[in-house]
Nanobody
Framework: QVQLVESGGGLVQAGGSLRLSCAASGRTFSTYGMGWFRQAPGKEREFVAAITRIGGSTYYADSVKGRFTISRDNAKNTVYLQMNSLKSEDTAVYYC????????????????WGQGTQVTVSS
């Protein structure tokens, strides 16, 4: 069992930056691939970024590539999402999630989810 708690969301102007954190409980954090997803009002949950168990590989949605960076610190049981050059279309609730597969872009492959953190980008 893994419990996930996101933090770092907020209100930011377009072009600004935010760093989201996701703290995980348990001793098995390093055995999970981690992902970030987001969901805007009236839209489906969409993949943002993922990182493999020891951080050797990262994956991004085309819409955030070059602007967002996912990273993890297994010693701190934490995964991060650095978001730069934010746009109004990045406004959403952001969720971190843990998967037992190496990596996935599909939310159906993730077993554990945080409660989400709101990111609002004003134009």
């Amino acid at each position: 069992q893994v419990q996930l708690v996101e933090s770092g969301g907020g209100l930011v102007q377009a072009g600004g930056s935010l760093r989201l954190s996701c703290a995980a409980s348990g001793r098995t954090f390093s055995t999970y691939g981690m992902g970030w997803f987001r969901q805007a009002p009236g839209k489906e949950r969409e993949f943002v970024a993922a990182i493999t168990r020891i951080g050797g590989s990262t994956y991004y949605a085309d819409s955030v590539k070059g602007r967002f960076t996912i990273s993890r610190d297994n010693a701190k049981n934490t995964v991060y999402l650095q978001m730069n050059s934010l746009k109004s279309e990045d406004t959403a609730v952001y969720y971190c999630a843990a998967t037992q597969v190496i990596y996935s872009r599909s939310y159906t492959q993730y077993d554990y989810w945080g409660q989400g953190t709101q990111v609002t980008v004003s134009s």
